[in-house]
């Protein structure tokens, strides 16, 4: 519950503030500025936007970092709502809230998510980088039986994760309308299981979860390092499974590759099936711009405009979508055409982000793998020269082909100072002079990073 809405809205003008700072003053201008702070309550920030379309814009780029910034200050937020204030777009709204919790309504809709009606199997563009996790998705939906259990979908962060459960979701409501089915983030799993523990109703609480007939639970790495969360899971999702119920689960890396959460825990979830979406190829990028450019309404999009999307935005699909949206929405508003100049105008930042190849994650993966340890260990706090000195040359490999700052490498890695990953810069630096094999080390694997 909010106190003092003075405090609120200053709060806001400060996350206002950290958004123009990070998003630079175009972006700011043209998608923050005019946001309207509604409020503070239950740990919900309500922010509305003037028009349906600003508010999906908002929602799909912006929402997580404002509410980062919001938690950063308040740590009792957790979620952020977008309105419209068109009376239109509230309609529209309320369309949209409807709670995946169960098609009976027997769990309380505040433990369910909202179900995006977007991500559903037919919108969902396969590949070969996703096809496995799609085929497996698919099958959990379409199963009498539980196929395999749990379903574990694992990969970098706009690759289709979220869309896939959501799609399940919405295929199981639909075919099976009496199964109860529940989705939420392990971020609001949290969350209300700390609710529960305050209020002291836990029992209410484990019942909800063990009455289900499908729980997905997304972004499970959330829960590492948090032990009486992790542990309250485990139960659920014992109960569970041991009841043949379905539960799909998903992560940003694979269950052997979580740091922070138990062996036990993490064998157990490689018991049913773990499948990875791998980064996009250009095929898929450009299947998918194909099918966005079907859905929308508004400007031509040319065959030459796709395709340089297609190549040149490569980081993930959310980002893809992103350009698309963009380009569309300033060829819109402006009534002209889409011209491959206008593109490259209006996603400059996008453009240069995309030009830096190499993330920090990718360099951990690359390193890890050459000198043979696993992604875990390359992150953990051991300190075995076997396991140290690769660490520091992944650290020195961030510095020299990211453009991240020291604090933003040493959150990479396990959340270490700046000042450590600063030390791993200049002894590889020394050594490298000295020590022809390192030398040799690190010459091969930025070959290997640049592909
Ligand atoms: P993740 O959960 O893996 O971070 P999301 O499921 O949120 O990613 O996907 C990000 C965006 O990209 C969503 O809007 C989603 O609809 C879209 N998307 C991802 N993969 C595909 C695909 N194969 N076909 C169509 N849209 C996709
Ligand atoms: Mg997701």
């Keep these: 519950m909010s106190v003092g809405g003075n405090v609120d809205h200053e709060l806001w003008a400060k996350v206002q503030e950290y958004l123009r700072a990070e998003f630079g003053k175009d972006a700011y201008d043209s998608w923050l500025k005019n946001l309207e702070f509604k409020g503070l309550e239950g740990g919900t920030v309500t922010i509305s936007a003037r028009t349906p379309f600003i508010r999906d814009w908002v929602r799909r780029h912006y929402a997580s970092r404002i509410k980062d910034f919001f938690s950063r200050s308040n740590d009792e937020v957790y979620a952020v709502e977008l309105v419209s204030s068109k009376s239109k777009a509230a309609a529209e709204d309320a369309a949209e809230n409807i709670s995946v919790a169960s098609s009976s309504d027997v769990i309380e809709d505040s433990f369910g998510a909202k179900l995006d009606p977007r991500y559903v199997f037919d919108t969902f563009v396969v590949g070969k ?70 209020f002291k109703d836990s029992v209410a609480f484990k019942k909800q979860f063990r009455n289900v007939d499908l729980l997905m639970i997304d972004d499970v790495q959330f829960i ?5 969360t992790q542990e309250e899971f485990f139960h659920t999702f014992n109960a569970l499974v041991d009841n043949r119920r379905q539960v ?106 995309n030009d830096r190849k190499v993330t920090i994650d990718e360099i951990q993966r690359q390193v890890a793998e050459y000198y043979n340890l696993r992604l875990a260990e390359l992150l953990s706090a051991r300190r075995a020269r076997n396991i140290a000195r690769p660490r520091q040359v992944a650290m020195y490999l961030s510095k020299q082909h990211t453009s991240r700052s020291l604090p933003e490498i040493g959150r990479k890695f396990g959340g270490r100072d700046h000042t450590t990953v600063m030390h791993a810069v200049r002894k590889v630096d020394d050594l490298r002079r000295t020590d022809s094999t390192l030398d040799e080390d690190i010459h091969r694997l930025s070959r290997l990073l640049a592909g």
């Design 129 to 198: 980088s996703n096809e496995l996790a799609y085929a497996a998705a698919l099958r959990v939906a379409e199963s009498k039986e539980v196929p395999f259990n749990p379903l574990f979908l694992h990969g970098g962060v706009g690759l289709g994760k979220t869309h896939l459960m959501h799609a399940i979701a919405a295929e199981v409501r639909r075919k099976h309308p009496e199964r109860k089915v529940m989705y939420m983030s392990a971020e609001k799993f949290m969350y209300e299981f700390i609710s529960a523990l305050r």
């Design 224 to 228: 590492a390092n948090k032990n009486s």
């Design 248 to 353: 799909v689960l998903s992560a940003d890396r694979s269950p052997t590759d979580l740091t922070g959460i138990e062996e036990r825990i993490i064998s157990r979830l490689g018991w049913g099936l773990v499948a990875d979406v791998h980064p996009t190829d250009y095929e898929l990028r450009y299947g998918i711009l194909q099918s966005k450019r079907e859905q929308l309404s508004g400007p031509e999009i040319s065959e030459e405009i796709i395709e340089f999307l297609a190549k040149r935005i490569t980081s993930n699909v959310r980002e893809l979508e992103g350009a698309l949206n963009r380009v569309v929405a300033y060829a819109d508003l402006v009534g002209r055409p889409v011209t491959l100049e206008m593109a490259r105008d209006v996603l400059q930042d996008l453009l240069r982000a």
